[in-house]
Nanobody, 125 residues
Framework: QVQLVESGGGLVQPGGSLRLSCAVSGFTLEYYAIGWFRQAPGKGRVGVSFISSADGSTQYSDSVKGRFTISRDNATNTVYLPLDCLKPEGTPVYYC??????????????????WGQGTQVPVAS
């Protein structure tokens, strides 16, 4: 059974930074995608950034492209998402999720059926 555990969230000031971590275990597929999703209060989950196990390729939403850089540590099966220049937008929750890698390589529309518990990132002064 795939398990994903997020960490690294917490209160940050506007304009500040922190790094989220997603520890993945129990996976059996050789080719899979790990995605980070953001859920603002009262809204649905939106894909932010993705990374492939096949070749380390990455994909980003337009809102974070150029600001965030997803990465992975294969030795520890951990995926990282540094968040920079955060804006005061309430208390969003960031989730990481696991999906088989689609043949067309599109990680945004993957079948993300395994999710972590989420980590909150309140941005406030």
């Amino acid at each position: 059974q795939v398990q994903l555990v997020e960490s690294g969230g917490g209160l940050v000031q506007p304009g500040g930074s922190l790094r989220l971590s997603c520890a993945v275990s129990g996976f059996t597929l050789e080719y899979y995608a790990i995605g980070w999703f953001r859920q603002a209060p009262g809204k649905g989950r939106v894909g932010v950034s993705f990374i492939s196990s096949a070749d380390g390729s990455t994909q980003y939403s337009d809102s974070v492209k150029g600001r965030f850089t997803i990465s992975r540590d294969n030795a520890t099966n951990t995926v990282y998402l540094p968040l920079d220049c955060l804006k005061p937008e309430g208390t969003p929750v960031y989730y990481c999720a696991y999906a088989p890698l689609a043949p067309n390589g599109n990680m945004f529309n993957g079948s993300y059926n395994e999710w972590g518990q989420g980590t909150q990132v309140p941005v406030a002064s």
